[in-house]
């Protein structure tokens, strides 16, 4: 076999990219317009963003906010279900429905020449629902199955498991956002009809029109669909979040047998709006959120225990977790779990290298433009601009702040916002082969619930 | 929709495409090695996978992990895959990064061995086998994945076997099988390398021939097991899998015409109209109507080869049984035996399929995907561009042909989860329903 060893190629000029310009605008009926030309395939995204997160439920209807957003979906007064899919469908439209913590959001997408007639069908939708009660019976017993699913799952019950003993049990985060099967068996049509009526009004609203049509083709779009849609907004309400007692601990969550134990660890996290944002988005990268991360290389590449590991701040309008989410040998866990602290700690107590520093403020910067390749993805990054009200040149100046990052604001805002005395050590795995071990590393009281513990009284 | 496509093949057997667009900086890269676990020998299933793994791992002129740290320093992302018939990998960079990418995927091509140890191999081995855990052992109905294909090809078919691999075979394969498999495989003859993107293809054309041109062709015979398989199953195959699971799920499998004949668009389109969004026959009759079903979908495996296999995947609803659910959905497919699809029902997945296509045009690493999966099943990257066409030619009598040749009782394979039947499980699925009701 050949051997010439040719030298590296050295990267060749960058191309200048800029986010798509995008214009903001208020119709007649105080309805947001947003639209964004993307003139590269005749195709249209659609998204109608609602302020009607599941922060919106009121206190003991939990999952109402989803409920509502997904029956939606499930006919207008004109069409039932079927119908509606079917008219959608037949334009090619693919329209989803999603709801989180801070916003409910109906996603369009279609070919540019059923455009107006899918935009229509999207305008029913929102402004004329038919909520059917079979339909509502239908997708609460659908919920019902998802909450036995997850019992299972080991991923979903470690994500949702973490969060329930992280926060403060009178904290909406600490019961997940769909609702539990008790939450969502108890919700009635008047209770969807009523968060609907003071939710889904147009100044709650914004329309994001993307794709291959100009500002003024979007924005008669918009006012020939919406235009007219009336309706006042009841008064706002806000869930409280607030941490459980914040002090270092293991908790297991059984599940007899299991072949691996998925590992959540870390603390409550800081609001969307937090001025550390960009250094702690930079910190995250070389902490967790890359593959060449320290804890991946850790875990996976030095010592095999996972496929994989990351770490993640949730970004929400209230403080959203910070967590790492590994899966590990069962009898690894508590091998896996010392690497993961002493990695969080040690964060704190020197700064990154300058290699370290470099290669994830050119990552973050490089991958910029790869996130936006798609209208879907463009409508996407614009609804966050408008549930955390970011500014109008977020997207301009993302790259210029991302590279501003020193490792000295690493260092700062890790000793800020890391606190390995803190942290939630969470274990979905076999207590028999776990438990002993965990103990052994003596980083706090340890507990064991059984799985069924997280979804009761179903 | 068309794109543009230009094809050129290296003296040594590379076939190269590219496919210029420059309307962002972005490039797509992704090479292409017809190999995959069909062409394991017995004993070491999930080597292939595990293979994909070890070229993560460095090369002459790369060092462990560098790999992923020089693509993620020049801004792009990374990752491979591994399928019965093929193994991909592929980058999404910054386009002025195009050049070192290129030279990265030469380096690994030519020079990997170099850089292959034992505590390489053994440490990926330990990564393989927590993925395994991951993705099968230690999640509802994940053995799906290895029942199915086991279920539908016959003992000793290329396609039988299990892709993840047993631990017992993954602990056995060796440095030796690592060489063996590389020199026999990861040659440019068996490979197709395609960039989609802000490039200039003259400058395209000169670095891969700089860079892959002077790696020799393959001198071992690849292992290219037969793939045949009658058309039809030949009777009513069942597999009823007790497990740790909530609810019953039924995957029922037909042998379909193979991924690019005339047959599999029929089939591709019939399967939409079964399970394609919520607006499908399963969804509307199994979910909304008779509401046994949670979810219920279908989808095709894609196999140019041996045959395709048309799937349906439904979910049942807390409180309805594996059986219910078996005989629900058996029933929707005896009555599209019965009556066919109708024009509406075609014309609605014609479009959802449209849609899909171009949206998935949108970004280079796809465009790139599609282009060296068309070069490599059919050396045709072309192929690319007469998808919609093919669609569009389909009418609801070719689906209806397609229905009364594979939908028969001759033609199925039942793959039927249902919650280990040990008390605690089921009692709970009956107060649930109770609950519900």
Not at chain 1, 44 to 61: E, F, K, Q
Not at chain 1, 260 to 269: C, D, F, N, P, W
Not at chain 1, 385 to 408: H, N
């Amino acid at each position: 076999m050949s051997t010439t060893h040719i030298a590296r190629p050295a990267a060749g000029l960058p191309r200048p990219y800029h986010f798509p310009e995008f214009l903001r605008r208020r119709i007649a009926g105080g309805l947001d317009v947003i639209t964004a030309p993307v003139r590269k395939l005749p195709l249209v995204s659609v998204v109608a963003l609602v302020d009607a997160g599941a922060m919106r439920d009121p206190a003991g209807r939990e999952g109402l906010a989803v409920l509502t957003a997904k029956m939606l979906l499930e006919g207008t007064r004109e069409r039932d279900g079927a119908a509606l899919a079917d008219a959608f469908e037949r334009l090619g439209a693919t329209v989803d429905v999603s709801a989180g913590w801070d916003a409910a959001a109906l996603h369009l997408t279609v070919l540019r020449g059923n455009a107006d007639a899918a935009m229509r069908l999207l305008s029913e939708v929102v402004r004329d629902p038919g909520f059917r009660e079979r339909d509502l019976a239908r997708l609460k017993a659908e919920r019902v199955a998802q909450r036995m699913q997850m019992r299972t799952e080991p991923r979903e019950l470690a994500d949702e498991s973490f969060e329930r003993f992280l926060y403060d049990s009178t904290s909406r985060y600490a019961r997940p956002d769909a609702g539990s099967a008790r939450t969502v068996n108890a919700l009635t049509h008047d209770d969807v009809l009523n968060f609907y009526h003071a939710h889904y009004v147009p100044a709650r609203t914004t329309l994001i029109i993307v794709g291959d049509l100009d500002h003024e083709a979007g924005a008669t779009m918009a006012e020939e669909t919406f235009g007219g849609w009336a309706g006042s907004p009841g008064a706002p309400s806000a869930a409280p979040t607030r941490a459980a007692a914040p002090e270092r601990r293991v908790q297991i969550v059984a599940k007899t047998d299991a072949p691996q134990s998925e590992l959540r660890i870390g603390h409550v996290g800081v609001p969307r709006s937090h001025p550390d944002h960009f250094p702690l988005v930079v910190m995250n990268a070389v902490l967790g959120g890359l593959f060449t991360s320290r804890i991946n290389l850790n875990l996976r590449e030095r010592h095999g225990y996972a496929y994989g590991a990351r770490s993640a701040f949730e970004w929400r309008r209230g403080m959203g977790p910070f967590v790492v989410s590994t899966a590990v040998e069962s009898g690894v866990t508590a091998d896996a779990t010392r690497e993961v602290v002493a990695e969080i700690e040690a964060f704190r107590k020197a700064p990154i290298t300058d290699e370290e520093l470099s290669l994830a403020t050119s990552y973050l910067e490089g991958i910029f433009p790869i996130r936006y390749e798609t209208t879907a993805a463009i409508a996407s990054a614009l609804t966050a601009l408008v549930t955390y009200d970011l500014p109008a040149d977020y997207f301009d100046t993302y790259r210029r702040k991302i590279a501003a990052v020193s490792s000295g604001d690493v260092l700062r805002v890790a000793n800020e916002h890391l606190h390995p005395e803190q942290l939630l050590i969470l274990a979905v795995g076999d207590p028999a082969v776990i438990e002993a071990p965990l103990a052994r590393l003596k980083l706090g009281t340890i507990a064991v619930a059984p799985a069924e513990e997280i979804e009761p009284g179903t | 929709m068309q794109i543009p496509i230009e094809t050129f093949r290296l003296d040594n057997g590379l076939l190269v495409t590219i496919s210029e667009d420059h309307t962002a900086p972005i490039v797509g890269v992704n090479l292409w090695y017809h190999v995959g676990s069909a062409n394991e020998r017995p004993g070491r299933t999930g080597f292939a996978h595990l293979f994909e793994h070890m070229l993560f791992q460095g090369s002459a002129d790369v060092a462990s992990n560098e790999h992923f740290e020089l693509i993620q320093r020049a801004g792009g992302t990374l990752n491979g895959s591994t399928w019965l018939d093929r193994t991909n990998y592929y980058e999404v960079i910054p386009s002025n990064q195009t050049e070192l990418v290129l030279w990265l995927e030469a380096n690994r091509m030519g020079h990997l061995l170099p850089a292959m140890t034992q505590e390489k191999l053994d440490t990926q081995r330990d990564v393989v086998k927590n993925e395994r855990r991951w993705s099968v052992d230690n999640q509802p109905y994940g053995t799906w994945w290895e029942r199915l294909p086991a279920l539908c090809f016959p003992d000793g078919h290329p396609f039988h076997h299990s892709l993840i691999g047993s631990m017992e075979d993954l602990s056995q394969a060796s440095l030796d099988d690592i060489a063996t498999f590389f020199r026999t495989y990861y040659t440019p003859d068996n490979a197709v390398l395609s960039i989609a993107g802000d490039v200039d293809p003259s400058e395209v054309r000169a670095w891969v021939a700089q860079y892959f041109g002077p790696i020799p062709r393959g001198r071992e015979m690849p292992n290219r097991p037969p793939m045949n398989v009658a058309p039809l199953f030949g009777s009513w195959l069942r597999e009823v899998v007790p497990d740790d699971v909530a609810l019953p799920r039924l995957f029922l499998a037909f042998r379909s015409p193979v991924f690019g004949s005339d047959g599999y668009y029929a089939a591709s389109v019939c399967g939409a109209v079964l399970g394609l969004r919520s607006g499908s026959r399963l969804y509307r009759r199994l979910v909304r109507e008779r509401e046994v079903a949670a979810e219920a979908a279908a989808f095709t495996y894609d196999l140019p080869e041996g045959s395709d296999l048309l799937v349906l995947d439904v979910t049942a609803r807390p409180g309805v049984s594996g059986e219910a659910l078996h005989e629900a959905v058996a029933g929707e497919v005896d009555a599209v035996l019965a009556e066919g699809v109708t024009e509406a029902e075609v014309s609605r997945a014609a479009a959802l399929i449209e849609t899909e296509l171009v949206t998935a045009l949108q970004s280079a690493g796809d465009r790139a995907d599609r282009l060296s999966m068309f070069a490599t099943y059919f050396g045709k990257p072309e192929l690319l561009n007469q998808q919609l066409v093919r669609y569009q030619q389909i009418t609801a009598s070719d689906v209806n042909a397609f229905i009364r040749e594979r939908l028969g009782e001759n033609n199925r394979a039942s793959l039927l989860y249902i919650p280990r039947p040990d008390g605690e499980r089921v009692e709970e699925m009956g107060e649930t329903e109770a609950a519900a009701s």
